[in-house]
Nanobody, 115 residues
């Protein structure tokens, strides 16, 4: 069973920062898109940001200018640098990998923004 390894979540005060990371195993064939989604309590899962193999990036409007997604293709890793966090960013953050034959989800890493 393919598992994505996520890390970096936790408790942070408002206006603080966190950096999430996700590692996909090398056994996944032809990854073309890596990204981050989040699901807040009582809400649907939504796209935060994603990045293609050649660096094309999409951000949710609510995180533009505060969050930065990057990717290391050689290591099959994707990162999400989150700055100026607000309580509204509290959610479980999920890594997603889209490959030629299948998509994969991580287990989720919780992010809580609270004073």
């Amino acid at each position: 069973q393919v598992q994505l390894e996520e890390s970096g979540g936790g408790l942070v005060q408002p206006v603080g920062s966190l950096n999430l990371s996700c590692t996909a195993p090398g056994t996944i064939f032809k990854i073309y898109l890596m990204g981050w989604y989040r699901q807040a309590p009582g809400k649907q899962r939504e796209l935060v940001a994603d990045i293609t193999n050649d660096g094309n990036i999409e951000y949710a409007d609510s995180v533009k200018g505060r969050f930065t997604i990057t990717r290391d293709n050689a290591k099959n890793m994707v990162y999400l640098q989150m700055n100026s966090l607000t309580p509204e960013n509290t959610a479980v953050y999920y890594c997603k990998v889209d490959a030629v034959y299948q998509s994969y989800w991580g287990q989720g890493t919780p992010v809580t923004v609270s004073s």
